[in-house]
């Protein structure tokens, strides 16, 4: 009898300590965007995950223009070919300016670099950024207001002109969605 006692006493503790954990988070750990270029070819992915400092994003992308180009997150779930005009301007809750070398801060959705596209047209490049989250109920979620877009630029982003570093057309889109 005392061994039942024991086991009833434990099974209560676990789930006392359970529930003090709350809910399970919804934010998903990782997500996969596929990306297309202005032709409506494949042009890679994106993978998102959360990470300790932020969120990691993995580039593999193919079938661009040899050369450096800009990345960044936009603030609508739309890409329309050819030129990606749905996606929107930069996603931007914390309401800055454009760019790392801005004093003003950087929009939530630069990048610190862009990737360099190779004769074969296709690079990789991986960055962790600390002012997204796939939280969904962070402020800074790439899931406000049904999600957003990752696009690819012709031209490297300079880092500091308003409001996209002169990066030139949109080459490359993928919805960011739960």
Same mark, same amino acid.
Do not use: Y
């Given at each position: 009898? &005392? ?72 603030? /609508? ?12 301007? +930069? ?6 300016? +454009?760019?790392?070398? /801005?004093?003003?801060?950087? +929009? /939530? ?59 030139? /057309? ?7 969605? &739960?």
């Amino acid at each position: 009898m &005392r061994l039942g006692w024991l086991a009833i006493v434990v099974l209560i503790g676990g789930i006392t300590a359970a529930a003090a954990q709350g809910p399970a988070s919804t934010a998903p750990k990782q997500i996969k965007v596929h990306l297309v270029n202005s032709a409506g070819e494949d042009a890679g992915v994106a993978t998102f995950k959360t990470v300790k400092n932020g969120v990691k994003v993995k580039l593999e992308l193919k079938n661009l223009r040899f050369g450096m180009h800009a990345v960044h997150i936009h603030e /609508n779930p739309v890409c329309d070919a050819p030129d990606f005009a749905g996606a929107g301007g +930069h996603f931007n809750p914390d309401g800055r300016q +454009h760019g790392f070398l /801005n004093p003003m801060g950087h +929009h /939530n959705g630069d990048f610190p670099g862009g990737i360099s596209i190779g004769e074969d047209h296709a690079g990789e490049a991986t960055f962790v950024l600390q002012s997204i989250s796939l939280d969904p109920g962070a402020p800074n979620s790439l899931f406000l207001h049904g999600g957003t877009s990752i696009v690819v630029h012709a031209k490297p982003d300079d880092q500091k002109t308003n409001p996209s570093g002169d990066s030139g /057309n949109r080459i490359a889109c993928g919805i960011i969605q &739960r």
